[in-house]
């Protein structure tokens, strides 16, 4: 029986070989079942529906999410980080998610990963290494690390539709029935920049919204409540939509830009 169920949806092979599947390849101390999504052809238009039709194939206690950018810097980064969940569960039972980056309830970024967003490899420092882990209130899509049991009890949003607010939708979920969500150290580099979305990011978040009856929503990069939340969520989507969809298409045009209609939200 494997330790740990690897789930990752790639869109380009070139990414996934470079990125997440080499670090894995060099990973000691921990037998890993990779379970690789195909979607190089855009056979998927919904995360959620290719995480769920893939559940059937997940065959150990635990289960990492994890984008195919993903570069594990270090030979036992996954066992460590494996072994720092069950850790935390034995402290805290009530613990149901954990990641590699957060919004605490203070509305602060929790982590210590690096990423590109900035164009260069950029370290964030915001982890407290004095914890072996911190309460956050959402997690970062980029990887994130649940029991298997648990992810198959609650599942994810059937009527999600486009590639944003699928752990957003869990995280929010797992609050309201009063578990815990915490954020590890890790030595990961998220290799590409996180500015891949668009007004399906919005439209995503109304559902979830409107689903579980929020007076709330939160993300890594967004935090909105009442009054007129739901005003502001569609302010942003149609801003969204206008600004950067409608000027991307035309700056593409206008150039001789080809564009997938797909590549804008999804990640790499």
Known sequence: MPDISI???VNKEEVF???LKKSLDKQTDIKIELIKIDNTNNQYSSLAKAYLDHFDMINSDWTMFVHPDIIFE???VLKKLLDDAKDSFLQDSNIALWGVAGKDNKNEIITDICD???CYKHKYNSYDHNKPFIYVRVLDACCWLVRTDFIKEIGFMTSSDGFHMVVEEVCMH???IGKNIVVLSSNIWHYSPSNAYNY???REGI???KKHKLDYFITTSTFYK???LLIKMYASMISCYFVHDLLHEKIGKKWNIKKDNNTEEKYE
Do not use: A, H, R
């Open 174 to 176: 797992t609050s309201l």
């Open 200 to 202: 399906t990011y919005w």
């Open 17 to 19: 070989n470079n990125c």
């Open 7 to 9: 789930v990752t949806l």
């Open 226 to 228: 009442k009054p007129f």
């Open 116 to 118: 590109n967003v900035t």
């Open 207 to 209: 559902k979830v919204i």
């Open 74 to 76: 270090g030979k036992k």
